[in-house]
């Protein structure tokens, strides 16, 4: 073995070293590094996946979630009247959190504005699925059911509405409607008086009961 040889042994030897005392001391790497931000807001999901960013800092100001924009879009929609894109608004929210109750409620309420009754409908009882003490889901669900011609499960509803909540009067008011829009109007006088009772700025209940007290129907 010549000099030459001899240095490129002793170098070789001293890499294997070095590299396998690196590789029992658990320093190596083991995989590809991560993908980590250098700023608080910096995208880490590449241009596939824009949604996947790190949160700003206290510092920096939050935008506003999507949830709450498409909310925004919906009120400002009802106000103006238009049901339609308050409808998509609301049904986009949903895809998103499907048990956001607020947005079903106004969903729901979308849905009777533009006669819809039959969504109307299903989406109550979606909302009576989470929370099942809700008066004014069962109240609101009674009268639609009416509008489908669904009386007896309507008028169970008017009945719970009003066992949560014996004090409101529009609940009283509103069974008696369904009960005097079936012909009962003897038990649909006792609940406009009743509705009376508990708010007598309710004029049309003080006509309803003239009437039918003179049997003028």
Known sequence: MNEIQLILTIVAIAIFTIFFKQLFSGNHPKRGVDFEPKLPDEQIGGISRADKIFKKDNNQE?????????????KES??????????????????IEPDNLEALRALGAVYLNMNDYFDAKETFKKILDYDSSDDLTHNLLANTLHKLGEDEE???????????????APYYYN?????YDLGQKGEALKLYKRALELDPSLEDAKKIIREIENGNN
């Open 154 to 168: 309507a008028i169970e509803h008017h009945k719970i509405a009003i066992k949560l909540d014996e004090t409101y």
């Open 62 to 74: 939050v935008p506003k979630s999507r949830v709450q924009e498409l909310m925004d879009i919906a």
């Open 175 to 179: 069974y008696a409607n369904t009960l």
């Open 78 to 95: 009802i106000e103006n009247g238009d049901n339609i894109e308050a409808k998509k608004a609301l049904n986009a929210l949903l895809i």
